[in-house]
C-alpha cells in the first residue's frame, strides 16, 4: 500500500502541501537559492532562514533581504524567531501587511546557549503563560489576512524537562495551523536518534491541527516509516537534503508511490552544484554567492571519491571559473554511493542547556530577561 492510499492530503491553513513535505527551516541554509533549487526537484512547503522578530520591527537591511522570495514562489513561508509577545506580533503584522510572507512559522527548538540564556528557542515552552501569549498575538495578527501561523518546537529541554505535549495543545489552543516537533530535547542538540515515538504522543495530545515529524529523515523511506509509525500529518526535512536537494523528488516519488530514481553519479551532482551556484550568484552576487557555496561543498561529495587536496580547492572555491575547472577534475561517472546515510550537517555533543537563573523555578513565570529577543543564527 502506498503512502498516498493511507495519509490524507496535508493542509496547512489554506495550503494544500502535497506530498506532506516541509523543507525544515535552517538558519544559514535555506535562503532563496538553496530553496529554489530544492523545488525544482518537487512540491512541498519550503520554509525560509529564521528571521528574528526584533530585526524585522526594526528594519535591519541585513534582515530585510533575507526576505527575498524566488518569482512564483508560493506560498511564500517565513520563520520568525522572538521571545516577547509584542515584538512577535509588530514583526508578523509587518511580514503579513506588508505581503512579504503567506506563512509564518515561530521557531522554539533553538537549542544555542546564547538563545536559551536568554530564554528563547527551546526554554520558551517551559513558560506555559507566555509561549500562549506569543502564539496568540501572532494568530492575531495573521488571521485577518488569512495568513496560517505555525509553531516548531522540541521535545523539551532535557529529559527532566519535557515541554512537547503541553507546547502542542496549548499552540492549537491558541489558534495555531499546524505544529511540527523535532524529536529531541535541546539537551541533545543534533546527537543520538530522534525518538519518533514523541511525535506519535504528540499526535495523541493534538487531535484539531496537522502535526508535523521531524528528525533523522535522510532517505525517502525514512519519510515513509516516520509517517507509517507515527501517524504524523506530515514530514520535515533538515540535514538529509544538505547537499542533495534532489531528495524532493524522491520523497515526492515515494509519496505519490513510484519508484524512487537512483541517486545521481558524481557528473549530476557537479551539475547540481553548478545550478546552486548560478541561483546564489543570481540572488547575491559572486563574492557571497561563492562564500555560501564553500560550506556546502562537502556534502555534495560525501561518500564520493575524490581526493582530498581537491576537496580543500573546492572548499576554498572564489570564482564560478574556478569552480566549472574544479569540476572538470571530478570522475563524472562515479556511481552514487550506496552505503552513504548521507550528510548530518552539525551533530553536536549532548550536553547541559544554559538557561537564565532560575527558570526552572516556575513554569508559569511570564517574565521575559531584559535585552532577550536577540540576533542570533541556528536551530
Ligand atoms: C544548519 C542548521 C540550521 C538550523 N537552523 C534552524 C532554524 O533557524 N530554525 C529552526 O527551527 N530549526 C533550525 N534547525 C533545525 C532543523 O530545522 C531541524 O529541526 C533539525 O535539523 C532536525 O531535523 P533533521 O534531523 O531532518 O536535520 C537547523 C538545523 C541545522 C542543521
Known sequence: ??????????????????????????????????????????????????????????RHPGTMHMMTFAEGERPRSMQLYGVDPKTMREAVKIVVGEGLADHVDANFGCPVAKVTRKGGGAALPFKRRLFADIVRASVEAAEPAGVPFTVKFRVGIDDEHHTYLDAGRIAEAEGASAVALHARTAAQRYSGQADWSRISRLKEAVTGIPVLGNGDIFTASDALRMMAQTGCDGVVVGRGCLGRPWLFGELEAAFAGRPVPEGPNLGEVARVLRRHADLLVRHDGVDKAMRDLRKHMAWY???????????????????????????????????????????????????????????????????????????????
Not at 498516498?4 to 491553513?13: Q, S
Not at 550536553?351 to 526552572?360: I, M, S
Request: aromatic fraction near 6%.
Open 1 to 58: 500500500m502506498t503512502a498516498t492510499l493511507t495519509t490524507p492530503a496535508l493542509r496547512i491553513g489554506p495550503y494544500a502541501v502535497d506530498p506532506p513535505v516541509v523543507l525544515a527551516p535552517m538558519a544559514g541554509i535555506t535562503n532563496v537559492a538553496f530553496r529554489q533549487l530544492c523545488q525544482e526537484y518537487g512540491a512541498g512547503l519550503y520554509v525560509c532562514e529564521m528571521i528574528t522578530a526584533r530585526a524585522v520591527v526594526e
Open 301 to 379: 561529495f560525501m561518500g564520493f571519491p575524490v581526493g582530498s587536496s581537491l576537496r580543500r580547492r573546492f572548499a576554498m572555491v572564489s570564482a564560478p571559473d574556478e569552480l566549472d575547472e574544479l569540476i572538470g577534475q571530478l570522475d563524472h561517472d562515479a556511481p552514487f554511493p550506496a552505503d552513504a546515510l548521507g550528510p548530518r550537517g552539525r551533530q553536536g555533543s549532548p550536553g547541559k542547556v544554559t538557561l537564565p537563573h532560575g527558570w526552572l523555578d516556575d513554569p508559569d513565570d511570564p517574565c521575559v530577561p531584559e535585552g532577550a529577543d536577540l540576533m542570533h543564527s541556528g536551530g
